[in-house]
């Protein structure tokens, strides 16, 4: 395989492990640890835990009202 194209395989691997972090961002272990998961796994196996995770639960702010 000539390198060029070896180089925008893991180009576009790495594009797709951003996106999937770009989905996995407001779950309970964030951007970068789904980046670094689909990196070590696949992106599609990450993207299919995404669904499975928690998304992270966040307090309301009482308002005050006068």
């Not at 989905?23 to 196996?45: A, D, E, K, N, Q």
């Amino acid at each position: 395989m000539p390198p060029l194209v070896l180089t925008e395989l893991v180009l576009v691997y790495l594009v797709l492990c951003m996106v999937v972090g770009f989905l996995g961002r407001r779950r309970r272990i964030g951007y970068w640890g789904f980046v670094f998961l689909s990196v070590l796994l696949t992106p599609l196996m990450t993207g299919l835990f995404i669904f499975f995770a928690a998304p992270v639960k966040r307090r309301r702010v009482a308002t005050k009202r006068a």
